[in-house]
């Protein structure tokens, strides 16, 4: 009778490959608009770009109260990013997706538009 020799590393890969396969199916697809949802910030707009060293990311970033904080504009299609100036005032809540801009002749709640695959 032949003998089967069984490759265990072969074995344990393919389990191990297996089991991140169905994590992955499982797992929910966080979408753009999950991203920007949550964020909040109020400030001035200190410095724009788009990042060529970092995927081309829409760059913005905001002196608050307590520091600077940088927020990425991809996946927005709404054109916020080009409406942003250096110097505006630009806030945003919780949980919604209106931001407010405000400039010298400018105060105005742009909604933030989101390119979506689902």
Do not use: W
């Not at 913005?60 to 054109?79: H, M, R, S």
């Not at 630009?90 to 742009?110: A, C, F, M, P, Q």
């Amino acid at each position: 009778m032949k003998s089967i020799k069984v490759n265990k590393g072969g074995l344990l890969m393919t389990c191990i490959a297996s089991l991140s396969l169905i994590a992955c199916i499982n797992e929910k697809r966080k979408t753009t608009k999950d991203y920007f949802l949550p964020q909040y910030y109020s400030g001035v707009v200190t410095n724009k770009f788009i990042d060529s060293s970092q995927h081309l990311y829409k760059k913005v970033f905001i002196k608050e109260k307590y520091g600077t904080k940088v927020v990425l504009f991809n996946g927005e299609v709404g054109g916020m990013f080009d409406l942003i100036k250096i110097g505006d005032s630009i806030s945003k809540k919780e949980g919604t997706n209106e931001v407010r801009v405000r400039r010298k002749k400018l105060d105005t709640v742009i909604s933030l538009r989101f390119y979506e695959t689902e």
